[in-house]
């Protein structure tokens, strides 16, 4: 390897002028690759040796990066650059020569860099394997001479002609891979306990789930009252997207459900969840009103842990309080739907609702369980209209006082003719 020798740096540089500067940065360029050259002759040699034996190491890139200071990634890339352009040795001794001995002869002369050391290492390696040695040094060699004075895209053009030339016919047609659909979903929890959630989908996914939420996402109707649905676009869209994860939720193929709704931990005071005030802690992770643990719980396989008010866990999630698949089959066959006043929602999009609640003392059978979609379930618990079970097993409905003085029980006509 020949002596280089560094550049000398002008006493004050600011004082240099404006070619002075470039000559100096060009020297200063070339020395590096010179001596980046020089570093992958002894990478070379020492991976010949057997770096194990040397220094202990597994490989001659896990000594580099200890040294260097590099990750293992960095280090194997300049190893592995190290090793095509310098000749090695196989096991029995013999010399292999270099992938790209024209490309390491110009390297050593400090006239192109790593990043079209790689390109050019790139181009060989997609060249046809079926190609001569002679052909093969033949394009390295074209390379090599232009790759000093070009840049990536003259390279770029410069393989493009080797393959006309070296595989005029070109490979064989086959059909395309397709391309995995990108989409991404980000979801995080606020501190004020909301959840953030972003994503980006590919176009047919986008269009399928658009074509979802706005399914979901109609206007109710207007009700007996003449009260129309006052929500805005994008809170209509976010109760489709609770309504798409209920029915998700719900589908006896979903794994870890088994076709019951959501499964949740919520530990909850017995007093909070008889009066409904107070909050209960969700999954170890958030919090929620105890009026809203009493509307999960009618219809959620929900694990409730009830303590008491020294703090002793009374209750351990007795499952046997929900509704089983068969009784959810029985309530969509007698209400048809949503049984509230009015409203068009078909069983799918309901929950099963205990109108005497459970932490009451209500039972799960069928004469305490009433069919309501999710903005008429929480009216009941949190509005002034109550329900009721009537003489004929069927549930019927009574209005608040300020809407019907008279509080006549009314009910769903819509389901069933």
């Known amino acids: 390897m020949s002596e280089t020798f560094l550049p000398e740096l002008p006493q004050e540089l600011w004082r240099a002028g404006k070619l002075e ?18 570093l992958g002759q002894f990478l070379a040699e020492i991976e010949n040796r057997g770096v194990k034996d040397l220094y202990g190491h597994g490989s001659t890139a896990s000594w ?3 040294i260097a200071g590099l990750s293992r990634g960095e280090a194997g890339a300049v190893v592995k650059r190290a090793l095509a352009l310098n000749p090695t040795r196989a096991l029995d001794g013999t010399e292999v020569p270099p992938v790209a001995p024209c ?43 232009l790759a000093p004075t070009a840049g990536p895209r003259q390279l770029s053009k410069a393989e493009a002609k080797l393959m006309g030339w070296l595989n005029p016919d070109g490979n064989e047609p086959k059909d395309p891979e397709p391309k995995e659909p990108r989409r991404e979903i980000t979801l995080e929890r606020r501190k004020d306990g909301f959840w953030k959630l972003t994503g980006l989908l590919d176009d047919e996914t986008g269009a399928r789930t658009a074509a979802a939420l706005e399914a979901h996402a109609q206007p109710r109707p207007v009700d007996e009252f003449g009260q129309a ?8 869209m976010g109760d489709a997207w609770a309504e798409l994860l209920d029915l ?28 409904g005030l107070g909050t209960a802690c969700l999954d170890f992770v958030g919090t929620m009103t105890a009026r809203e643990a009493r509307l999960a719980a009618c219809d959620c396989l929900m694990l409730p842990v009830v303590m008491g008010s020294s703090g002793e866990p009374l209750d351990m999630g007795r499952l046997r309080r929900f509704v089983t698949p068969g009784q959810r089959r029985a309530l969509n066959l007698r209400d048809g739907g949503c049984a509230f006043p009015g409203c068009h929602r078909k069983p799918k999009n309901c929950h ?14 069928l004469r305490n369980l009433v069919l309501l979609c999710g903005f008429h379930h929480r009216l009941i618990h949190h509005g002034d209209w109550e329900v009721r079970m009537a003489a004929d097993g069927l549930p019927e409905f009574i209005p608040p006082q300020y809407r019907d003085p008279l509080r006549k029980p009314r009910r769903n006509t819509l389901h069933h003719v």
């Open 229 to 236: 649905d006052l929500r805005m676009k994008c809170e209509r």
């Open 352 to 365: 099963a609702h205990h109108i005497e609640h459970w932490a009451d003392g209500g039972p799960t059978d």
């Open 248 to 275: 998700a939720i719900a589908c006896p193929d979903q794994p870890g459900t088994s076709g019951y709704r959501t499964l949740v931990h919520v530990t909850v005071g017995l007093e909070e969840l008889k009066s």
């Open 103 to 145: 490309t390491a002869a110009v390297a050593a002369q400090g006239l192109v860099g790593d990043e079209r050391i790689d390109q050019i290492l790139e181009i060989l390696k997609n060249l046809p394997a079926d190609i001569s040695a002679e052909d093969r040094a033949c394009a390295e060699k074209i390379l090599a001479d």
């Open 21 to 38: 500067l470039a000559h100096g940065a060009q020297q200063f360029l070339q020395v590096i690759r010179m001596a980046t050259a020089g």
């Open 64 to 66: 580099l990066a200890e």
